[in-house]
């Protein structure tokens, strides 16, 4: 079974809002990274967050990770209509990634 | 510096038939991984490879899929006949070692007639 699971499936903002999507994981990871697939293209790498790390931020990004809880949240600030796409989180266990089926963010200018 | 490049970027096979995708890793990567994504579903790992060796194939269904990486070339992940639900975009990415980010490619969509 897929070891991410995002929350929620769907997203839809107003630009200028914030975007908060969340990321449920099963077992002990080393770090959890967050990817960006815009329709048709392959994944671009956004953030990565290790296992001893509870945030991190790059630009109007901000990546928070619990590991207590096994989740991590992505916060996108100050949305806007270019960041419209699928959000995917995947956890690094031992030579394997894993992705969820991700979170489809839209962004209504 | 070139991306990750797939190539084809949409294959069209009957029933039976051979697919062949092909990947280039990101120049100075030598680590090279597949997912296959089915519509409305998260990637899925199928294999992982390092120049001429499979260090992880535990995602790949274990009859008519193969994986290599030779010294020379792309690594190819190789499908024998086809069937429709072999139909979805598979994803090649690279990455400088086996716990850095991994750069994807804009995927090869296999479609079976």
């Known amino acids: 079974s897929q070891q991410g699971e995002e929350d929620p499936q769907a997203l839809s903002i107003q630009e200028g809002e914030n975007a908060t999507m969340n990321c449920s994981y099963k077992?002990?990871?080393?770090?959890l990274q967050w990817y960006r697939q815009n329709s048709g293209r392959g994944l671009v790498h956004l953030i990565l967050?290790?296992?001893?790390?509870r945030e991190k931020h790059s630009g109007r990004l901000r990546v928070t990770l619990d590991t207590s809880k096994k989740s991590s949240s992505l916060l996108i600030t100050a949305s806007r209509a270019a960041d419209t796409a699928s959000y995917f989180c995947?956890?690094?266990?031992?030579?394997?990634?894993?992705f969820g089926t991700g979170t489809s963010l839209t962004v209504i200018p | 510096n070139a991306g990750v490049m797939q190539n084809p970027r949409h294959l069209v096979r009957r029933r039976g038939q051979e697919a062949r995708l092909r990947c280039s890793p990101m120049?100075?990567?030598?680590?090279v991984y597949w997912y296959r994504q089915l519509p409305e579903e998260g990637l899925k790992f199928m294999v992982y490879?390092?120049?001429?060796?499979?260090?992880?194939e535990s995602g790949m269904p274990k009859e008519r899929f193969s994986a290599e990486f030779p010294k020379e070339g792309p690594s190819i992940l190789r499908i024998q006949q086809v069937v429709r639900g072999d139909s979805a975009a598979y994803f090649c990415?690279?990455?400088?070692?086996?716990?850095?980010?991994?750069?994807f490619g804009d995927g090869t969509r296999l479609s079976i007639l």
């Open positions: 967050i290790r296992s001893n790390e």
């Open positions: 995947a956890t690094d266990a031992v030579l394997q990634f894993y």
């Open positions: 490879l390092q120049k001429e060796n499979i260090i992880d």
């Open positions: 990415a690279s990455s400088i070692t086996g716990d850095q980010p991994q750069h």
């Open positions: 120049k100075g990567h030598s680590h």
């Open positions: 077992t002990s990871i080393n770090n």
